[in-house]
Structures are given as structure tokens and as C-alpha cells.
């Protein structure tokens, strides 16, 4: 069962300021968007419909600290880890590199497990489901001692 995955994704103009360097805020884009490449990979969704309910995935924190500048059309190689897998939460961490390896930042994010109530669009918390629980595992702790 997959704990890490990684994607790659090439800087563009719009991302940057006018030093051609990343814009801090898109690194939580770029976090967002390697969870959803994550969960397509396993056939699961940001937002689906299992059993007739509506599951989402708010979330409840992120965070991100910046080592090394970022540029105008780099590419930057995202790994996404399973750090925690709780009843109802997951929490991801992520590491970005630039082309020669060099970290450029490390986040983390954590999402809840929620069903949508379609007649009033509020959220309530959920025990994730089976179907979603038994394609994802959290990473061993040996992987964070790198």
C-alpha cells in the first residue's frame, strides 16, 4: 500500500514575483495538487461519492518552510509522504527539490475525512472509509530519520 508518491512540476511566469523566484503562497498550490495526482494514482478522489455520501477532504492545517529559492521554468520533483493515518485524518508531509537535489522546501498538510450533507453543504467529520482506508498507508517511522 502506497505511503509516498512523487510527481514533478515545471515553474511557470504566473507562480513567480518579478525576481522570476516562486511565490511562497504556491507551494501550498503545488501541495494541493501532488495530494490530488496522489489520490487519482490509487483511483480515489479529492471529493467523491461512496455509498451514496459525498466524501471531501478539507483541510485543517498546512504549513511550509522555504530553504532555497525557486525559479522561473525549473522543475521542481514534489514527494508526498503518508505521515500519519488517523480514523478520520491524514497528514502528508512534502519535499521539493530543484533539478541538482538541493531542498528547496519542506511542508506539511493535514486533511479530515468528511461527508458533505447535500441539502445543507455543511461538513461533519467521518471515519474514513474502507475502500479509501485500505489503499493508503502511513510511511514507516525509519523514513523520516533521513
Known sequence: MPFEYRTKRRIEFADTDTAG??????FFKYMESAEHEFLRSLGLSVHTTIDGQ????????????Y???????????????VREKRSKSIAYD?????RHQTLVARGSMTAVCTAIDPSSGRF??????PSIDEKIEAA???VFSQ
Request: glycine residues 0%; aromatic residues 12%.
Open 124 to 129: 461533519a467529520s467521518i471515519r474514513i472509509p
Open 21 to 26: 523566484v516562486v511565490h511562497f503562497s504556491n
Open 140 to 142: 514507516p517511522a525509519e
Open 67 to 81: 530553504r532555497s529559492p525557486a525559479r522561473f521554468e525549473e522543475e521542481l520533483e514534489i514527494h508526498l509522504i
Open 54 to 65: 459525498t466524501v471531501s477532504w478539507p483541510r485543517v492545517r498546512a504549513e511550509c518552510n
Open 94 to 98: 512534502f519535499r521539493f527539490y530543484n
